[in-house]
């Protein structure tokens, strides 16, 4: 996939298809989705693979054309075995025969590498492992293109730095709070390097803000963390922005971030996500945010160590 390619936001359906019970209200989120003329994200793994469903029975009810369009904006994931957690070659060309079997379609324009968090670099890179699988479907033209998608920086740039794939994808360390992906993502741009910026409200807080109780990262946050952005909050009050709206054009403006990948789980939220990414960030605050100390993060990938 180019650079040119891609939309500056990205959808993420990573909850499409969670609730089996309310199937049409996620039929109506991936028609929104589908119809925004944005990327959709997607993964085999994603909702046991209801979320691939859901967005290939939408594609299936479409026009031909509307159906072409649509397909082609939709990236998804390989991922290990469910069950086994096996994710060499084999699985590979598995996981994507999956995927693309509830697509609906002979092709993805992008194919990521998803959390090889079960095997080890060496296993991954090695003959006959994750990554050989991915470029046979390159060269075979099932995927117009790859990427290695996961959560740690120093894990994901030992992928970026084999020269290997053609796009990035790293989430919750590019925002706010966290900048520990910076360093990779430039890295990755400087190569030519497609760079998907995914979670830019990392996962509740910067969405919801200090008082709601929620997380960051999927850890909880600090009372250290939750004090610096209700300090936020208020710089953003005092200049008429929303803090969801200030961490969103935190990832748009970064120069070295090619799409922003923002979880959507319904019509109305895509709407408020299309208005957040309309919205103007006035100079002074951005100032002021510089002038902050960093961000009590409680993401520390060398400390928990990557494989």
């Given amino acids: 996939m180019l650079i040119g390619d891609v939309s500056p936001l990205t959808l993420g359906s990573s909850g499409l298809g ?10 109506d989120t991936a028609r929104a989705m589908l119809a925004s003329g944005l990327l959709v994200d997607t993964s085999n793994a994603y909702t046991g ?3 691939e469903q859901t967005l290939g029975r939408v594609l299936a009810e479409s026009a031909d054309a509307e159906r072409a369009d649509a397909a082609s904006r939709i990236v998804t994931k390989v991922d290990a075995d469910p069950r086994t957690h096996r994710f060499d070659r084999d699985r590979v060309l598995r996981s994507a025969e999956e995927s693309l079997s509830r697509l609906g379609v002979d092709r993805v324009p992008l194919l990521h590498l998803h959390d090889p968090y079960s095997v080890s670099f060496e296993e991954a890179m090695g003959p006959g492992g994750a990554v050989a699988g991915l470029i046979e479907l390159r060269e075979s033209h099932v995927a117009g293109a790859i990427g290695i998608a996961a ?13 290997v794939f053609d796009a990035v994808l790293v989430h919750n360390r590019y925002t706010l709070v966290d900048r520990s992906a910076r360093a990779v993502f430039e890295r990755a741009a400087a190569r030519g390097m497609t760079v998907f910026n995914a979670a830019p409200f990392g996962g509740g807080i910067l969405a919801h803000g200090a008082a709601s109780g929620a997380g960051y990262g999927y850890r909880p946050a600090t009372d250290e963390l939750r004090a610096w952005v209700a300090g936020v909050e208020h710089l953003c009050e005092l200049r008429g922005v929303t803090l969801p709206t200030l961490a969103l054009h935190f990832s748009l403006g ?7 990948v923002v979880g959507v789980s319904s019509p109305r939220r895509l709407v408020e996500l299309e208005a957040m990414a309309a919205a103007s ?8 945010l510089e002038r902050l100390p960093p961000a009590p993060t409680p993401i520390d990938d060398e400390q928990d160590g990557s494989r």
Avoid: N
């Fill in 151 to 163: 959560g740690p920086a120093p894990l994901v740039a030992r992928y970026v730095d084999t020269g």
């Fill in 254 to 260: 970064a120069p070295f971030v090619h799409s922003t």
């Fill in 18 to 27: 969670r609730d089996a019970d309310a199937s049409g209200d996620a039929v």
């Fill in 281 to 288: 960030i006035p100079d002074e605050l951005w100032s002021e």
């Fill in 49 to 51: 693979g209801r979320s």
